[in-house]
Nanobody
Framework: QVQLVESGGGLVQPGGSLRLSCAAS????????MGWYRQAPGKQRELVAV???????NYADSVKDRFTISRDNAKKTVYLQMNSLKPEDTAVYYC???????????????WGQGTQVTVSS
């Protein structure tokens, strides 16, 4: 079994910072792309940032220059550093990763359980 477990969400004031972490565990053969998505109440889930196994990144326009995605391949962990947070960043943040398990011949997309980020004064 493969699992993604997120941590680091919480309540922060506008202009503040948070760092999210997502650790993969289980019978993992290889991890490919990893990313963060978010879903605000009444809205569809949207991409926030993604990072390839080689370290190339891509961001939603709404978070460019404020958020930074990174990964530690040895720790099987992806991070999202969020600075200059705005109330409109309030959402449940989900980790996603394309992972090939030991028992599989192709990678499968896995999701974490989500972590709440609330930006409010």
């Amino acid at each position: 079994q493969v699992q993604l477990v997120e941590s680091g969400g919480g309540l922060v004031q506008p202009g503040g910072s948070l760092r999210l972490s997502c650790a993969a565990s289980g019978s993992i053969f290889r991890i490919y792309g990893m990313g963060w998505y978010r879903q605000a109440p009444g809205k569809q889930r949207e991409l926030v940032a993604v990072i390839t196994s080689g370290g190339s990144t891509n961001y939603a326009d709404s978070v460019k220059d404020r958020f930074t995605i990174s990964r530690d391949n040895a720790k099987k962990t992806v991070y999202l550093q969020m600075n200059s947070l705005k109330p409109e960043d309030t959402a449940v943040y989900y980790c996603n990763a394309d992972i090939r398990s030991v028992a599989a011949s192709v990678p499968v997309g896995y999701w974490g359980q989500g972590t709440q980020v609330t930006v409010s004064s």
